[in-house]
């Protein structure tokens, strides 16, 4: 039975699940029903922190251009550029145990593609979800609906996990951003030209 969050709550992920070391993170959405012009492309990303709250290094971004963490911990399952069906648009999977051991959290966000130009916001998606499933059982472990209304936000962190005595758990964020992608990035600690 899923657990399912509200804002700003923090849940025990691994304490809960003994012998939990692969989870799918799934990230859904729907486009509410109006013609922008352009296609809504959404697309899934995860920040692989440091203690500061930063990325080591560029590479511990995964997102579309960046499917893998050198460590395999982390691992894109692709980008679906339409977001359309039922379940999950996008996923990346982790594998707890190779997690490098300089890396305090994982932070999962969603952001629109070419924003500006298409003049799309999360103000036109609704639904939007974050979800935690044990890859070995199957079971929906965490749910996090994100219910605020973002109405200029473009980019919007959905949750994280995070290391916490030896464990991991996982915090609901639902916070937005506008700028988009490079917003996020230069708040992660990556450059972008």
């Known amino acids: 039975m899923a657990i399912n ?16 070391k692969k989870i799918v993170v799934g990230l859904g959405w729907d486009v ?7 296609d809504f492309d959404l697309d899934a990303a995860a920040f692989m922190l440091g203690a500061n709250g930063k990325v ?11 499917l893998t963490h050198k460590s395999g911990a ?18 990346i999977t982790v594998d707890l145990g190779l997690v490098p051991a300089n890396i305090d959290k994982i932070a999962f966000t969603v952001t629109i593609y070419d924003s500006d130009v298409r003049k799309q916001n999360f103000g036109q998606v609704s639904n939007a979800f974050i979800r935690i499933v ?17 109405s200029i936000e ?16 996982f915090n609901a964020i639902g916070s937005g951003f506008q700028g988009g992608l490079a917003a996020l990035c230069g708040h992660y600690g990556i450059e972008v030209a």
């Open 5 to 20: 969050l509200t804002k700003g709550q923090k849940v025990d992920l691994t304490k809960g699940h003994k012998g939990l």
């Open 154 to 169: 473009t980019a919007v962190v959905v949750g994280e996990i995070y290391r916490h005595c030896g464990e991991w758990k």
């Open 32 to 38: 509410n029903q109006f013609d922008s012009g352009a």
């Open 74 to 91: 982390l691992k894109h399952m692709g980008d679906n550029l339409t977001g359309e069906g039922e379940g999950d648009d996008e996923q």
């Open 56 to 66: 080591t290094n560029d590479n511990d971004f995964i997102f579309y251009g960046n």
């Open 134 to 150: 044990d890859e070995v059982s199957g079971e929906e472990l965490i749910r996090y609906d994100l219910g605020e209304d973002f």
